[in-house]
């Protein structure tokens, strides 16, 4: 069983370093701390019921897995800054940023998946000695922030511009939010497919093929396709077999 949280989980402390599966749960704001509280609530069952002593009376194995700022094609929710960015930009409006400076661990949506999907695959193969806390995050080590996000979409949109009309910078969203994959990296032999320019190239096609009127369902196979074909030319685990 894999668990999916969030890397809010972890008490911010404005570190410039990526947090780890073991540094101290809970955040300020009431999202974090319920991801946070989600992940005591695992970790709890993983105890009194489906310990790594008992599992061959049980046979379950339950992992939590924490995931950066994940990005991708067909994302309209609200309030979210990639797919407020594109819809701005479709409709030829300027971009609006809350907070260009703030830093986060953008990563496409399949890279996440990857790790899910390995990391199922290693409970399934291996049982309890994976059953505990992963994060996976982006391949970039130096910081992204919100304003280099949306520029960078702009400039791939080929039109644009982008406003800070109402700073937010003193409210309780945290600056500063990095994720460390070393964990999955050294046991998993999982890493990132993508960099930040990989992933917002592959959102800005996705949303002028959506413009266009292709076939949504067809695109999307097609950025699987060549997500899977990087990551089989870095010979990672998870690949299929051509």
Known sequence: LVSITTDKVYRNQGWLWGYRENDLLGDADPYGASKAMAELAIESYRRSFFSKGTYEEHGVAIASARAGNVIGGGDFADFRLVPDCMQALMAGEPVSIRNPQSVRP????????????????????????????????????????????????????????????????????????????????????????????????????????????????????DHIAAYVQRAREKELPWTPKE
């Open 106 to 221: 953008w990563q496409h949506v399949l890279e996440p998946l990857s790790g899910y999907l390995l990391l199922g695959m290693m409970l399934l193969e291996e049982g309890p000695s994976h059953a505990e806390a992963w994060n996976f995050g982006p391949a970039e080590k130096e910081n992204v922030t919100t304003r280099m996000v949306v520029e960078k979409l702009i400039a791939l949109w080929g039109s644009g511009s982008w406003d800070n009309p109402e700073s937010t910078e003193d409210k309780a969203e945290s600056a500063l939010l990095r994720l460390s994959w070393e964990k999955a990296a050294n046991r998993l032999n999982w890493q990132p497919v993508y960099t930040i320019d990989d992933a917002l190239g592959e959102i800005s096609d996705w949303f002028k093929a959506y413009l266009d009127n292709q076939e949504m369902y067809t695109v999307c196979q």
